[in-house]
């Protein structure tokens, strides 16, 4: 009897966990396809007769929505590849060379996590500033670098930790070099730590809505996050553009979930040993 009655309430507090964590995201997707008059009538579920597509036209149509898109997308994916190989790089060095001070140096990578990001915005607008980099890509490519690059050096380190040196040693007697080792031996062997590296920097500069507010004066540079204000002023706040606008926002970073999700756990060492 024990065994049923632990079947079903496992199930029942999975199905409560759930309920609860995708609530928000069912609530959202089926009030991206309501009118405003049904969204703002206070009801939980809509009427078929409320359901409509004629937000997610609008909001390509009426706004330069697709600009934000491109914008997003360009800086998202540079920032992912500039924070993998920026810290990997620095991964590498103090996983496999005897520096020192180490601690240290780890420290000090990690500071600016410490602190809220609204205290290093001044900071960040006045270099911008003075390196002629505000309202342009290359300025929040590197501004959402340096905020993610913290953690990929973190991590990436602990990855690099557990791959035996031996594998380097191996590598060099047989005349690769530490760059030939890092990207021939350390990269197959840590593809799961660099693709959820990659994932976090992609996510953190996807949503970014801090900087970018700051960085960005012009439609030319603002993102997805920036761009749904369009759908709002002082007199309307259009609700229906608003979460298809949300929407448009999320798919991409489950596209981009799906995609790499078996990389996440995949093995750090398989197939690694050299026969």
């Known amino acids: 009897m024990k065994k049923p009655f632990s079947t079903v309430f496992t199930y029942v507090g999975l199905a409560l966990f759930y309920l609860f964590i995708l609530a928000p995201i069912v609530w959202l997707i089926l009030s991206s396809f309501r009118n405003s008059d049904s969204i703002q009538s206070g009801r939980l579920l809509p009427a078929f007769s409320d359901l409509t597509i ?3 036209i609008e909001a390509f149509r009426i706004s330069n929505f697709p600009t934000f898109l491109i914008n997003s997308f360009v800086i998202a994916f540079s920032v992912m590849i500039a924070a993998v190989l920026i810290g990997s790089l620095g991964a590498y060095s103090l996983s496999r ?4 001070g180490k601690r240290l140096y780890m420290m000090a990578a990690l500071l600016p996590q410490f602190f809220p990001y609204v205290l290093i915005l001044i900071p960040f607008y006045i270099l911008m500033s003075s ?3 505000v309202d342009t890509h290359v300025g929040l490519i590197l501004t959402h670098t ?6 990929a050096l973190w991590m990436l380190t602990g990855y690099f ?3 035996p040196k031996e594998l380097d040693q191996a590598a060099l007697i047989d005349g690769c070099s530490h760059f030939g080792v890092l990207f021939r031996i350390i990269y197959p062997v840590a593809l799961p730590g660099l693709v959820v590296a990659g994932f976090f920097a992609f996510v953190v500069s996807w949503g970014d809505y801090l900087f970018v507010s700051i960085l960005s004066q012009s439609n030319a540079t603002q993102t997805l996050s920036i761009g749904l204000q369009t759908f709002m002023s002082s007199l309307e706040v259009r609700w229906g553009l608003i979460t298809a606008g949300t929407v448009i926002a999320i798919v991409p970073t489950i596209i981009f979930f799906a995609i790499v999700q078996r990389r996440l756990v995949a093995g750090l060492t398989a197939g690694a040993v050299k026969t």
């Open 97 to 100: 060379f005897a520096l020192r």
């Open 54 to 56: 004629q937000n997610y």
């Open 131 to 133: 390196l002629n980099l």
């Open 161 to 163: 930790n557990a791959i």
């Open 146 to 151: 340096s905020i993610t690059l913290p953690f």
